[in-house]
Every structure is written in C-alpha cells, then in structure tokens.
C-alpha cells in the first residue's frame, strides 16, 4: 500500500479529454450553428435538384447554377469543418472570422445572381423551380448571416471606440491658452 497504487487513478492530473475526431461544436455559439446547418442543407438540396433535372432547353443557366450551387456547398461545408475541428486553432481565431466574414456574401450574392439566372432560363419544370427556390433560400441564408456578423461587428466597433478628448473641459481650456508662452 505504500507504492500509491491504489490512489494513482484519482490523484494524479490527467490530460483532457479530446473530442470525437477533434470535432467541438463549441465555436458555433448561439446563431451560428443553426445558421451554417441552414446554408448547408439548403446549398446541398439545391444541388441535388439541380442534378435531378433531365433536360434543358436553355443549359448555360443550368450550368452556371451547378457551379455556384455545388460551390457555395463545398465551401458552406468546409467552413463548417473549420469551426468544428482542431484547423480553427491552427489557423487563429481572427483568420478563421476574417475568412467567414468576406466568403459569406460573396458566396451569397454569387447564389443569388445564379439563381435569378437559372430562374429566368428554366423550362419551368417542379424539379428546376425547387432548386430555384432552395437556391434562393440559400442565398437569404448567407445574406442573414452577413447581416448579423456586420451587425455584430459594428455593435463591437462602436463599443470600443475612446471617449473624444476634445469635449472634457480641461481640454477645452487647454485649446483656449497659447501654444508658446510669451515671455516679457
């Protein structure tokens, strides 16, 4: 009993527990999860509709669509990976946010002006107006995403901006006395 076997278990520091694979949800706080799920399951349905279409009379709007459709998954999906795993740490905080903040609205207006497209050149068949309309989905779900990121930012910026120096009255009775004293 005295080589401590028995308490090693409970005494001793053990390292942390690692998540499953490195994968935490823990940075997608509040809306953010729910909003980064929305953008991905509405990109990825948008694709499969689209790859359901069996015939088009014009094709360059189907196309166009396919890129940007299976493009904004790909990259709704690997931001999400992101996030979730150990690269969001390898890769730093500000960078990671830097990269979601300028890659949402481009990813959602290209959606958005391939959707309109697709819309104006479709035959007008059930599969194609559905990936239309989940196209369009998608594009509003980036869009609400950027706005509340900017939102927050903005919030953020106005918060930490120092108190004007200028107003306080010891500085107004500073700016009232000459730069050089005169000496007589």
């Known amino acids: 009993m005295e080589n401590g076997a028995v308490y090693n278990e409970t005494t001793e520091p053990q390292a942390p527990r690692r998540p499953l694979f490195g994968c935490t949800l823990r ?12 953008q991905t399951i509405f990109s990825f349905v948008a694709v499969l509709c689209e790859e359901i279409v069996d015939n088009c ?8 669509f396919e890129f940007i459709s299976c493009s904004a998954f790909l990259l709704s999906l690997l931001i999400l990976c992101v996030y979730c795993t150990d690269l969001y ?5 500000d960078k990671v946010q830097k990269l979601n903040f300028w890659a949402v609205p481009i990813i959602g207006v290209s ?4 959707s ?16 239309c309309a989940f196209g369009f989905l998608a594009s509003f779900a980036f ?4 706005g509340i990121e900017f939102y927050h930012r903005r ?3 106005t918060g930490r901006r120092p108190q004007n120096p200028g107003n306080t009255p010891s500085a107004k009775k500073s700016e009232n ?8």
């Open 89 to 93: 740490q390898s890769l730093g905080k």
């Open 27 to 38: 940075r997608l706080w509040g809306w953010r999860l729910p909003v980064k799920l929305v």
């Open 116 to 131: 309109i497209v697709f819309s104006a050149t479709c035959s007008g068949s059930a599969v194609e107006k559905a990936a």
């Open 177 to 184: 006395q000459p730069l050089n004293k005169q000496r007589r």
């Open 111 to 114: 959606f958005l002006l391939a």
């Open 155 to 157: 919030k953020q910026n």
């Open 143 to 146: 869009a609400a995403e950027f």
């Open 57 to 64: 009379i014009t094709c360059g709007g189907l196309y166009f």
